[in-house]
């Protein structure tokens, strides 16, 4: 059974940091490129970041240097590091699983919320 288990989220305030991890179980994890996309309340999903593979990573411009991703292969885990949290930041953050083979796995979501 394929699982992705997000979790890290909670309150924090403006400036502050969190680290997301998302545990990955029932695939190959190393194989397969992961993601962040957040969702606000009424708001449209947006792509967060994204680390490949091979270990490059790319950002959206709305965290770009306060975020980092990162993954541990042995522990079949992805992580994200975020730094200098702003109020709208805050949404549910969900990680993807995405295979070069059509395969795409969501994990059920943690919610992050930066508020004073």
């Known amino acids: 059974e394929v699982q992705l288990v997000e979790s890290g989220g909670g309150l924090v305030q403006p400036g502050g940091s969190l680290r997301l991890s998302c545990a990955a179980s029932?695939?190959?994890?190393?194989?397969?490129?992961m993601s962040w996309v957040r969702q606000a309340p009424g708001k449209e999903p947006e792509w967060v970041s994204a680390?490949?593979?091979?270990?490059?990573?790319n950002y959206a411009d709305s965290v770009k240097g306060r975020f980092t991703t990162s993954r541990d292969n042995a522990a079949n885990t992805v992580y994200l590091q975020m730094n200098s949290l702003k109020p709208e930041d805050t949404a549910v953050y969900y990680c993807?699983?995405?295979?070069?083979?059509?395969?795409?796995?969501w994990g059920q979501g943690t919610q992050v919320t930066v508020s004073s």
């Open positions: 029932g695939f190959t994890f190393g194989y397969y490129d």
């Open positions: 993807n699983a995405r295979s070069a083979y059509g395969a795409d796995y």
């Open positions: 680390i490949n593979s091979g270990g490059n990573t």
